[in-house]
C-alpha cells in the first residue's frame, strides 16, 4: 500500500534527496519505506519561501504506484513498425509539437506520417539564428518561428498548461522525458526544459518517427494543395505541392503549420478554404533585472541560491479587454521572432538553467475585431503585420534594432534619454512606442502596467525596458473544424491544427491537439 504525505521544506531541505526521504518518512511515522516525489512547487507567499512536496510512500518491496506511465522510447518504436509502404498515409504540414506529436500518434495507429517542413533541421536552423542575431539576415524559411520543432525549440521550453480536459498532460510530458527531457519535469509544478536541450529532445523525437516508417522532409515549404471539388469551393484534399515541385498525395492532410505561416493563410484563403478571424493579443516585451523580480516575489535580496530565478504572472481587464503578461521568461533573453524581411518581433527564450541576468515578459492586450475593420478572415493578420512593420520603419537603419522606451517614460509619454543594458543582442533604440503601438492598444497598456505596478509592488520603475513589438503571442486566424471529427468543416481529409490553425496556446497543448487530431484521422480512415 502506498501514502500520498505533504511536506513543507526549505529550499535547502528540498534540494537534498536524503532529507526529504527523512523527512516523508517522519512524517508517515515510520523507520523505513520507499519515497517518491509525485510533485513540488514553490509557496513564496510569506516571508520565506518553501518547497512544498508531494511525495508517495509505500513499504519496502510494494511497487510505488506510476501515474499515467507511457512505454519507453525504446517499446514505443517497437510498437510503430506497424506503419509500412502500404499503410494509410498522412502529410503533416509543419513539425512543430503538433506535427511531431501527430506523427508519432499516427506510428501507433498504423498510419504513415509524412511530415513536410519549410525550414531545415535543428541542427542547420542554428546557423540561420545566428545570422539573424548578429547580421540582422531574416531567412523567411528558418528562423525562431520556422524550422524542426516550431517556435518552441528556441524559447523557455516550458510545459506547463491549463488543458487538461484535452487530453493527457502527463502522457506529453513523459513522452519528452522518454526523448531526452530531464525527468524533473515529471514533478514540477511549472516544468521547462530549456532551449539548450531541447533541441536534442525535437532530435529524438524526430529518429523515432523516422525508425518507425514516417518520413520527415526538411526545405519542403507547401504552395499549393491538391484539392477536388466543384469550381471554386474544394470539398476534398488529396495533398501538398512543395515550392520545389513535389507532389506528396495521401490519404489525409494534418495542417499543422503554427502561428506564424502567413503564406499558408493566404494560400487556404485563395483556394477556397473556409477561415475565420480570431482574437489574438499584441503588446511589448518588458525586461526587468532579474535580482529585482527575486527581491519582489521572494521578499529579500539576494535570492536564496537554492531558489530558481523568480517568475511572474500578471493579468487584468481594461474598458473590457484582457491585459495579461506572456511567456514570462525569467532568466531569460528577449530575441527576434521576425519571419519576412521589414518587420521587427520580438519574443523571450531561456536556457534551462534561467541563469541569464534579466527578467523578460510579453505585456500585452487583448485584440479583436474592434481594432479593425472590416472583420473579415485575413484582416486580424494585416493589422498585426502592419505594426510590426511599423516597428522596423522606427529604427530607420534596416535592421532588426528594436523600437525601446524605459517603462516609466512609456507612462509618463516620453522618450527615454538613455535605455538600459538588455539581453537583445540585435540592439535598440529610444523610441516613442505610443508611435509604434495602435493607440487604444497602447492606452490600455499604459493603464495595465500602473495596475500591475500597484499588485505587484516594484514593478513599475525605469530600470525595467520595453521593447517592441510582441506580437505573435497566437494565431489571428482559426480554420474551422468539426468539434468531434477534428477535420474542417467543408474539406473532407484536412484535419487543422495545433497553434497555427487556433486551437492550442504552448507546446504541451499544441502535443495534445497533435494527438487528437491524429485519432481524429484514423477515424476518418476507418
Known amino acids: 500500500m502506498s501514502t500520498r504525505i505533504e511536506l513543507a521544506l526549505t529550499p535547502r531541505d528540498a534540494a537534498d534527496p536524503s532529507i526529504v526521504t527523512r523527512a516523508a518518512l517522519e512524517a508517515a511515522g515510520r523507520s523505513?519505506?520507499?519515497?517518491?516525489?509525485?510533485?513540488r512547487s514553490i509557496d513564496a507567499r510569506g516571508k520565506h519561501p518553501v518547497i512544498r512536496i508531494i511525495a508517495e510512500f509505500s513499504d519496502i518491496g510494494d511497487r510505488i504506484s506510476d501515474i499515467g506511465e507511457l512505454p519507453s522510447q525504446t517499446s514505443s518504436q517497437t510498437s510503430s513498425q506497424t506503419s509500412s509502404q502500404t499503410s494509410p498515409k498522412a502529410v503533416i504540414i509543419g513539425s512543430g509539437p503538433a506535427g511531431y506529436f501527430a506523427a508519432l500518434e499516427c506510428l501507433k495507429l498504423g498510419i504513415r506520417p509524412i511530415v513536410l517542413e519549410r525550414g531545415k533541421d535543428v541542427r542547420e536552423r542554428r546557423r540561420d539564428l545566428r545570422a539573424l542575431m548578429q547580421e540582422s539576415v531574416v531567412d523567411p524559411d528558418s528562423n525562431y518561428c520556422f524550422g524542426e520543432g516550431g517556435a518552441g525549440t528556441y524559447s523557455d521550453g516550458k510545459l506547463y498548461t491549463r488543458s487538461s480536459k484535452r487530453g493527457n498532460i502527463r502522457e506529453i510530458l513523459q513522452v519528452l522525458v522518454d526523448h531526452g527531457a530531464t525527468p524533473e519535469i515529471l514533478i514540477d509544478a511549472h516544468p521547462h526544459i530549456g532551449s539548450n536541450k531541447l533541441w536534442r529532445v525535437v532530435q529524438n523525437l524526430r529518429t523515432t518517427i523516422e525508425n518507425g516508417g514516417g518520413e520527415v522532409h526538411f526545405g519542403a515549404r507547401v504552395v499549393d494543395f491538391l484539392l477536388s471539388g466543384n469550381g471554386t469551393t474544394p470539398d476534398r484534399i488529396r495533398g501538398a505541392v512543395t515550392a520545389d515541385g513535389r507532389e506528396f498525395v495521401a490519404d489525409a492532410v494534418v495542417l499543422a503549420t503554427g502561428h506564424s505561416a502567413r503564406d499558408i493563410y493566404h494560400l487556404c484563403f485563395d483556394r477556397g478554404i473556409a477561415l475565420e478571424a480570431k482574437p489574438f493579443a499584441l503588446g511589448v516585451r518588458a525586461e526587468h533585472p532579474q535580482a529585482l523580480i527575486d527581491e519582489i516575489q521572494y521578499h529579500h535580496a539576494p535570492r536564496d541560491p537554492f531558489l530558481p530565478a523568480a517568475s511572474y504572472s500578471l493579468t487584468c481587464q481594461v474598458d473590457h479587454r484582457g491585459v495579461f503578461s506572456f511567456c514570462m521568461c525569467p532568466g531569460g533573453l528577449i530575441v527576434p521572432a521576425a519571419t519576412s524581411p521589414g518587420e521587427i518581433v520580438v519574443n523571450g527564450m531561456s536556457m534551462s538553467r534561467r541563469d541569464s541576468p534579466f527578467a523578460n515578459s510579453g505585456m500585452v492586450v487583448e485584440v479583436t475585431?474592434?481594432?479593425?475593420?472590416?472583420?473579415?478572415?485575413?484582416?486580424?493578420?494585416?493589422?498585426?503585420?502592419?505594426?510590426?512593420?511599423?516597428?522596423?520603419?522606427?529604427?530607420?537603419?534596416?535592421t532588426q534594432q528594436a523600437p525601446a522606451q524605459r517603462l516609466v517614460d512609456f507612462l509618463e509619454g516620453r522618450v527615454s534619454g538613455t535605455l538600459p543594458k538588455t539581453s537583445y543582442i540585435p540592439g535598440h533604440l529610444s523610441v516613442d512606442l505610443w508611435e509604434v503601438l495602435p493607440r487604444p492598444i497602447a492606452e490600455r497598456l499604459a493603464r495595465g502596467l500602473r495596475h500591475f505596478g500597484r499588485s505587484m509592488v516594484g514593478y513599475v520603475t525605469n530600470e525595467a525596458v520595453l521593447v517592441g513589438v510582441e506580437s505573435r503571442t497566437s494565431s489571428p486566424v482559426r480554420i474551422p473544424r468539426d468539434r468531434t471529427s477534428l477535420e474542417h468543416v467543408h474539406v473532407r481529409g484536412l484535419f487543422p491544427c495545433g497553434e497555427g490553425a487556433g486551437y492550442a496556446g504552448g507546446i504541451v497543448s499544441a502535443?495534445?491537439?497533435?494527438?487528437?487530431?491524429?485519432?481524429?484521422?484514423?477515424?476518418?480512415?476507418?
Not at 523505513?32 to 510533485?39: C, H, T
Not at 472583420?375 to 534596416?398: C, M
Open 369 to 398: 475585431e474592434e481594432h479593425y475593420r472590416p472583420a473579415e478572415p485575413l484582416s486580424g493578420l494585416q493589422f498585426q503585420a502592419g505594426v510590426e512593420q511599423r516597428a522596423f520603419a522606427a529604427n530607420g537603419n534596416g
Open 511 to 526: 502535443a495534445m491537439d497533435g494527438v487528437n487530431v491524429a485519432r481524429g484521422v484514423a477515424a476518418a480512415l476507418r
Open 32 to 39: 523505513d519505506g520507499e519515497v517518491r516525489i509525485v510533485r
